[in-house]
């Protein structure tokens, strides 16, 4: 799947990123090659300026909120996110220690799962986040992972070993980091063959738990990127696990720690990287590709509606007992009866799911109908477009009206035309956005729009790989 030919190179970006580090970028950042590349930038990200302005804190606010809920992100969400309409982090979490594990020195029960029925380990799911925030260069997420897998007790190696040397690591789990890089950047390539790969290795239910914690994963990595969040400043992580006598995680505060020898010159096989020459350019690559005719997608949906699932649905009777438990009056979908399946991972998603088709915020129901279309169709994810279709057919808009979003968008306005390109660059991959087009998105509308976007961005991010994964049917 990947070459090692650029392997042996040696790649010095260093400069260029510190001068990225504390000032807007007009280019997508660049995508660092190897492992202390990679270390120095996550470093410097801790000066990156947020991307979305707030006002200045009140006294009464200090007080209200403290030191916790008066942080960035805490903000954002209080200021500008409708509580109806949730944010891409499930609330649900409680221990769960099962699972097949592969510890790689003495761990801390650190898991996280939500649910009983859930049986991948919170180490495995770590790492397959690590390779979704590297593949989607989001430095923020890349840099907590690093500090949650040293607090699990994996050594440095072990952790290099995820960007260049995956023979460190058995078949199956090979097998689920492949799929965790697919599903983050190339998830227009999901088919039935791609899941059998997968489940030659895993139960459907692991397989499905390992696609929703993958899809949340790449959800965060878009909320973290859409709105600038700087890296931490401190290891929130020290202490945790058990990999020293003190109880220490094992990893400094710092990002910049020793890259042995082995891994010194290693190119990454994970990051999207552009060779040119044999040598990695920095720039990451967004490849997806031009999209179909009207006439083609109308009969990929007319094939979708047909299909069989691949994932493991619950029964409508299940799915609507949870549906009544959660305080939702919806009707027990085929997306329902797959989330269903956790009932508490699931509930902390939907929110966020049910508010893309609910007008929740300062975004109209057209501008979420349109992001829905643009979004899936780049995905691929043909259960989403359908969903769309429906809801902008709903809307009153005509079929001329729809495939026209596949276009250049010069019937919008000007303000949705900014809002579409950060939105779409955003949800193809955190590598093609920049600080300037959220830029042209904030002035041309609101912090407030900008911030909803994101978000929608994000659980869209998630529904669009989660439904095509399992292959879900359209319904009549």
Known sequence: MFSKSAAGCVLF???TINCLADSPVTTPRPVPATRPEMKQLLEDMKKRPPRIPLPELTEQEKLQLGQRGSGYEARLRQLYVPAAEGTVFGPYRQPNTGGPARATGPAADLTRNADGN???TYQFKTMLFWIVSRTNNCQYCLGHQEWKLSATGMKDDAIAALDSDWAEYSEAEQAAFAYARMLTYEPQKLSDDSLAQIVRHYSPLQVLEMTMSVSGNNAINRWKEGIGTPQSSGNTFAGRGEASPGGDSGHSDSFTTPTSDRFKREVSLVA????LDGKASGRGMNTRPVRESRSDVMLKLAEARQRTPRLPLTDEATARAWLKEAGEDVPATNWIR?????????RG???SLLSRERKTGALSELQKGRLN???ARQDRAWYAVGLAYKQLRGLGQSDDEIFALDGDWQGLSASDRALFTFANHLGASPIASTDDEAAAALHATSAEIVV????HVASCAYFNRVTEAAGLPIEP
Not at 272 to 275: D, K, Y
Not at 338 to 346: H, P, Q, S
Request: proline share 7%; no cysteine; net charge neutral.
């Open 118 to 120: 859930m049986s991948l």
């Open 338 to 346: 797959l989330v269903a399946n956790f009932r508490n991972e699931g």
């Open 452 to 455: 909803q976007t994101v978000n």
């Open 373 to 375: 279309w643009i979004l």
């Open 349 to 351: 998603r939907l929110p």
């Open 13 to 15: 970006f260093s400069a």
């Open 272 to 275: 999207p990287l552009e060779i």
